[in-house]
């Protein structure tokens, strides 16, 4: 059973109360599914990460180090560690 390791940042981090969440799945997920599962275990998460239904791309989703786009979301996950990043302004 693979547990993955969802790391959360900045606003997120306070929304879940936590910096990280690990959720447990029969057999290896997709990165949506690791996404939806994050959102069902931490409901506050929603307001921040999903804007009319989608995943707010604002957001960044990290996988290893490389950056993971919503329509890449149906791949399976490599790895078991998954980083949202908090949009980042700068100046």
Known sequence: MPTVEVR?????????????????FASTP?????ISRTLDSAPLLK?????GGRFNDRYKVLVGQGLV????????LT??????????SGG
């Open 8 to 24: 959360l940042f900045a606003n997120l981090r306070e929304a879940a109360s936590s910096d990280v969440v690990f959720l447990d």
């Open 30 to 34: 997709t990165i949506g599914e690791v």
């Open 47 to 51: 307001k921040f990460l999903m804007r």
């Open 69 to 76: 786009y919503p329509e890449s979301f149906s791949t399976p």
């Open 79 to 88: 790895g078991n560690k998954i980083a949202i990043l908090p949009p980042v």
